[in-house]
Nanobody, 129 residues
Framework: QVHLVESGGGLVQPGDSLRLSCEAPGLPGRAFVMYAFAWVRQAPGKEREFVASVAWNGRDKYYADSLEGRFAITRDNDKNMVFLQMNNLRPEDTAVYSC???????????????????WGQGTQVTVSS
């Protein structure tokens, strides 16, 4: 069982930025690099939505088309952490953001979507004036 913990959410105004973090305590570094990770969000009354993912190598990244280039996913394999930098936030970005992971060396469309094995509890992001 892989335990994922998110942090960094909060209440911000439209146009602000936030950086979400996801860590995997207890997952050895040599195992962390075997995992692909994703950020997924769920707004009130809506279905869970894929946001971004990053392959094990940190180079292959995938984003939801709706983001229009405002978000960036990164990972630090030395610190066992994954990040989501969110810029120019909009009220429609309001949601619970969750980190998800699965052990795979695959890349490509395989990493889009919600097919992940391990999930964090999520962190609330609220964008409101």
């Amino acid at each position: 069982q892989v335990h994922l913990v998110e942090s960094g959410g909060g209440l911000v105004q439209p146009g602000d930025s936030l950086r979400l973090s996801c860590e995997a305590p207890g997952l050895p570094g040599r195992a962390f690099v075997m995992y692909a990770f994703a950020w997924v969000r769920q707004a009130p009354g809506k279905e869970r939505e894929f946001v971004a993912s990053v392959a094990w190598n940190g180079r292959d990244k995938y984003y939801a088309d709706s983001l229009e280039g405002r978000f960036a996913i990164t990972r630090d394999n030395d610190k066992n952490m994954v990040f989501l930098q969110m810029n120019n936030l909009r009220p429609e970005d309001t949601a619970v953001y969750s980190c998800a992971g699965k052990a795979t060396y695959n890349s490509g469309e395989y990493l889009r979507g919600l097919d992940y094995d391990y999930w964090g509890q999520g962190t609330q992001v609220t964008v409101s004036s």
